[in-house]
């Protein structure tokens, strides 16, 4: 990579291909030179004839001359140079290998779990659905509060949800200084999804906050968020392990 950069630059300004080779020796020998003295300290390295630790290998190669860094050199790749200098600030740091960013996978959502209502009165709301919209109530998991599920058509479900006696009156006029725990246990809509860890580091990476709960008794995982106008939203893994 190293040849084929600087022949690529010497032949863009050379009048003649013997101009580029002289050109191109010249700026290639000083590499070569840092390469043969750092592989020997690396041979020695292996051999065990130096120690491996801090005082050991980083100490030969300090001693040696040659500069914390193991890209090519030469006005080719100085521009590479210029951008570790800006974004590696400390030389100790630049011989060892540069970690890339990881890259957040795009958030997929398979399908709409369920939709919550919120309310403070349980068995009046529950009654309305289930006798005068006749939906059939379904089984729960056993959370430390109030509730009722029905089934609705397809795979989604509603959820009844007994009001947080402890939630702030103006949730909406605090948005961002209510706690997310807060949507648990109010009006969302809850969506599907098969990775639960990539769309934690997704919401993450987009400085979304956001709060987790376990489900009891169950592998599912939901992350409950609000979107820029306040309203709830909750993501889970609810199709793990047929749930």
Not at 45 to 52: E, H, T, V, Y
Not at 167 to 173: A, C, F, N, S, T
Request: glycine share 8%; proline share 6%.
């Amino acid at each position: 990579l190293h040849d084929a950069f600087v022949l690529a630059s010497e032949a863009a300004k050379a009048a003649s291909p013997q101009a580029m080779l002289q050109a191109y020796s010249k700026s290639r020998a000083p590499e070569a030179a840092r390469t043969v003295l750092l592989s020997r300290h690396l041979g020695q390295l292996r051999n065990g004839l130096i120690d491996a630790g801090e005082d050991g290998w980083a100490a030969a190669v300090k001693a040696s001359g040659l500069e914390t860094r193991t890209l090519p050199v030469g006005d080719a790749f100085q521009v590479v140079w210029d951008f570790v200098a800006k974004h590696l600030k400390n030389q100790e740091l630049r011989g060892l290998t540069l970690a890339v960013r990881e890259v957040a996978k795009p958030l997929y959502i398979s399908a709409v779990n369920h939709i919550s209502r919120e309310t403070c009165d349980v068995e009046r709301l529950s009654s309305f659905y289930e006798e005068i919209l006749g939906l059939q109530r379904i089984k729960r998991p056993d959370f430390p509060f109030g509730g009722a599920w029905f089934q609705l058509p397809g795979r989604m479900s509603l959820h009844i949800i007994e009001r947080d006696p402890e939630k702030p009156e103006e949730l909406h006029d605090k948005l961002g200084m209510v706690p997310e725990r807060y949507i648990r246990r109010s009006h969302h809509v809850a969506l599907t999804v098969e990775d639960i860890e990539a769309t934690k580091k997704y919401l993450a990476s987009k400085d979304i906050p956001f709060a987790v709960n376990a489900v009891p008794g169950t592998p599912i995982v939901q992350l409950f968020l609000y979107d820029p106008d306040g309203n709830g939203i909750e993501i889970g893994n609810f199709d793990i392990g047929g749930y």
